[in-house]
């Protein structure tokens, strides 16, 4: 019961902020002398601390309590093919931290992720015992099983053994997670699928990938191919035997940035990126309609083929081109998903609003560190 109750008030002052002691035993419906009691052992172990008074009323001011931020410390780390970003966030969830290393050709991936976590924790001002876990967000496959990486399609080098290499190296607990399901949780947290238990995240960037959420949780699958919708075959594309081009075919051949860019220069749209590309057309008015008419046509197969699977409440577009196509994309697909299927789910652009990857993976990190923290203060 003690447990219980530390951690009701832990979880309190993360939610709520600085509170009295009078507060903490309002809020959690113990007594005056309990949440006392509560308090003292808690600042006794270093989790909470007097950060002020609150004036007013009768008597002396009441102190108020908060966690101390620099009890434990985690990092998420995003990879992509040209660099790797890493942030260093502490246990109330603010990010101290951050840096940004370059990946060259043949660069070793272990180096790589120790050099980023160093920097984040130098820059977060955290010694490295104090950070008790690594997340890192990955394209391509996790096993759910191993937690190692057993396909990335653009990542060569970053394969099985990579896990074990880096706990060894950075000696401490160390996670990968494909980087969509990590938008996910980032979507669930604080985006347009808060509050939403049964919803799928449809990734429409450099490469085209599917998060799955049922009953609020992740849904990966039996070898961690759940959402690898990008090799989903679909009318328009060719279907190959042959491994070595199946990530060239597929739903992503009409979906993918370069698929995006091509489209649009078919209908006068030239831009350095996919994502400017559709910007631009939503900019034309009625002269881009038929660019985010046509890409909305290509984006229903892939949704409506797991709307019909899945029947979910909400289908999110994430990645660069779902977050540029916002409302006006997003509109046209729930519309031509029901025109062409027999469910049709709720659309919506992403409302994370910049680097989902990386906040999915602190959030993942952050929900096992205060586990383990608030866990074991009895």
């Known amino acids: 019961m003690r447990a219980l109750n530390d951690r009701a008030a832990l979880e309190l002052l993360l939610d709520r902020g600085p509170l009295t002691r009078a507060q903490l035993g309002e809020l959690t419906g113990l007594s005056k002398v309990t949440a006392s009691q ?10 909470v601390t007097r950060v002020g008074e609150q004036a007013g009323g009768r008597g002396p001011n009441a102190q108020m309590y908060a966690v101390v931020p620099a009890t434990a410390f985690v990092v998420g780390v995003e990879a992509s093919p040209q660099h790797v970003v890493a942030a260093a966030a502490d246990i109330t969830g603010n990010i101290v931290g951050r840096t940004d290393v370059s990946i060259g050709e043949g660069d070793d991936p272990v180096k790589v992720v120790h ?21 890192l967000g990955t394209p391509g496959l996790v096993d759910p099983k191993s937690g ?19 706990r060894a190296d950075l000696d ?40 799955v959420m049922i009953g609020g949780k992740l849904h990966r699958g039996t070898v961690g191919a759940a959402g690898e919708i990008g090799f989903l075959p679909v009318v328009g594309t060719q279907v190959s035997r042959d491994s070595s081009r199946r990530a060239k075919n597929g739903f992503r051949a009409l979906a993918d940035a370069a698929a995006v860019r091509a489209v649009a220069r078919e209908h006068g749209f030239r831009a350095a990126t996919a994502a400017d590309a559709v910007r631009a057309a939503i900019a034309a008015g009625t002269e881009g309609s038929a660019l985010l008419d046509e890409l909305a046509r290509r984006i229903s197969l892939g949704v409506a083929s797991v709307g019909l699977v899945l029947d979910p409440e909400l289908v999110v577009l994430a990645g660069d081109v779902g977050q540029a196509g916002g409302a006006a994309l997003a509109q046209r697909v729930q519309h031509e998903v ?36 608030f866990g074991s203060t009895a």
Do not use: C, Y
């Not at 509560?38 to 270093?46: A, K, Q, S």
């Not at 160093?118 to 997340?135: D, K, Q």
């Open 38 to 47: 509560l308090v003292e052992r808690l600042e006794e172990r270093g989790l």
């Open 115 to 135: 050099a980023a976590v160093v920097e984040a924790a130098e820059a977060a001002g955290a010694p490295l015992e104090r950070i008790r876990r690594v997340v």
């Open 148 to 166: 190692e990486i057993t396909f990335a399609w653009d990542l060569p080098r970053w394969h099985r053994g990579l896990l074990a290499a880096l």
């Open 172 to 211: 401490r607990p160390v996670l990968f997670e494909n980087d969509v399901n990590l938008a996910a949780i980032a979507e669930r947290h604080s985006g347009a699928a808060t509050g939403v238990d049964d919803f799928v995240l449809v990734w429409l960037d450099r490469g085209v990938g599917l998060a």
């Open 338 to 373: 029901a025109a062409i299927a027999v469910v049709s789910p709720r659309v919506v652009s992403t409302e994370v609003e910049s680097e989902p990857v990386l906040h999915g993976a602190l959030l993942t990190g952050l929900d096992a560190v205060r586990e383990e923290v």
